[in-house]
Nanobody
Framework: QVQLVESGGGLVQPGGSLRLSCAAS????????LGWFRQAPGKEREGVSC????????FYADSVKGRFTISRDYAKNTVYLQMNNLKPEDTAVYYC??????????????????WGQGTQVTVSS
């Protein structure tokens, strides 16, 4: 069974940093592409970043390129999203998701069939 648990959200000032964690069930990182998505109030859920299980290739949304970094730790079965230089528009609930139908990860939420419960990120002064 695929289980994903996010943590690390919180309140941060503009320009600050947060690191989100997604703890996955054992062996998930070996066989599933992992993605980070976010959903702000009144908006659709959008892809932020993802990492492919086979070769570690990554995707970033244009809005976060150069500020966010996705990484994974096989020993801890955990995927991270390091978020730097945060902006108020980054405020959202952030979700971790997994899928194993594609060779490479995608930023499209329709490709993912397993989701975590989400963690709130608020960027405000």
């Amino acid at each position: 069974q695929v289980q994903l648990v996010e943590s690390g959200g919180g309140l941060v000032q503009p320009g600050g940093s947060l690191r989100l964690s997604c703890a996955a069930s054992p062996f998930i990182l070996d066989y599933y592409n992992l993605g980070w998505f976010r959903q702000a109030p009144g908006k659709e859920r959008e892809g932020v970043s993802c990492i492919s299980s086979n070769d570690g290739s990554t995707f970033y949304a244009d809005s976060v390129k150069g500020r966010f970094t996705i990484s994974r730790d096989y020993a801890k079965n955990t995927v991270y999203l390091q978020m730097n230089n945060l902006k108020p528009e980054d405020t959202a609930v952030y979700y971790c998701a997994a899928e194993n139908r594609n060779l490479f990860c995608s930023g499209s939420r329709n490709e993912y069939n397993y989701w975590g419960q989400g963690t709130q990120v608020t960027v405000s002064s």
